[in-house]
Each structure stands twice: as structure tokens, then as C-alpha cells.
């Protein structure tokens, strides 16, 4: 599978974005997808995760009620919709595809990762 992640830019705070992920290759319904970020210095973090079917999802707590994962199995794609942005979501912004059904708020459970695309959020 391959992920490509579109969508970042720079965005004052209290603003939104939608980043996308587009798959291609093996079917995009069999994977579980996942939306990572790293901010400068920092660890790679858990954002949000959808099961195949899209009828699971969880969060940090971090962007709960803030941000939205969703998915088209028909387009092959994966959304997150960030509303109320803050400066302290600055960060790359990584899609990943897991081989399970629901996800996982792990990296290391997912076998595919986009490239990454940039969010910032100034204040």
C-alpha cells in the first residue's frame, strides 16, 4: 500500500484544516487506518484511528471533540478534519495503514506510513 497525505498549511489558531490520505495498491478496505503526528523534537504521536468499516473510532485525548477521522473505501482515502486549532497541534502530520480491523493507537501496529504533510498553527 501506498499513502499520500495532502492537505497541511499554515493556519492561524482557532482555524481549520482537512488533510487527506490517498491509497494506493493492495485493497484499501483491508486496512485500518491511523493519523500520527511528530512535532520538532518530539516523539511521533497517537492522533486518531478508523476501523476498516469506519465504524470505529478513537482519539487522544488531546484532539477529542476537536478533530474528526473519516473514510471513503470507495475513493480510497482517509480524512482528518481539524477544527479549533491550536499552536501546539504544529506538526507533521503522518497517514498510516494498519492490518487489522480496528486500528491501533500504536505505530509499531501499522505496516504502511505516508510521507507526511505539515501543519502550523500560529498564534
Known amino acids: 500500500v501506498q499513502l499520500q497525505a495532502s492537505g497541511g498549511g499554515l493556519v492561524q489558531a482557532g482555524g481549520s484544516l482537512r488533510l487527506s490520505c490517498a491509497a494506493s495498491g493492495r485493497s484499501f478496505s483491508n486496512y485500518a487506518m491511523g493519523w500520527f503526528r511528530q512535532a520538532p523534537g518530539k516523539e511521533r504521536e497517537f492522533v486518531t484511528t478508523?476501523?476498516?468499516?469506519?465504524?470505529?473510532?478513537s482519539y487522544a485525548d488531546s484532539v477529542k471533540g476537536r478533530f474528526a477521522i473519516s473514510r471513503d473505501n470507495a475513493k480510497n482515502t482517509v480524512y482528518l478534519q481539524m477544527n479549533s486549532l491550536k499552536p501546539e497541534d504544529t506538526a507533521v502530520y503522518y497517514c498510516?495503514?494498519?492490518?487489522?480491523?480496528?486500528?491501533?493507537?500504536?505505530?509499531?501496529?501499522?505496516?504502511?506510513w505516508g510521507q507526511g504533510t505539515l501543519v502550523t498553527v500560529s498564534s
Open positions: 478508523i476501523s476498516r468499516s469506519g465504524g470505529i473510532t
Open positions: 498510516a495503514a494498519a492490518a487489522s480491523v480496528s486500528g491501533s493507537r500504536y505505530p509499531y501496529n501499522y505496516n504502511y
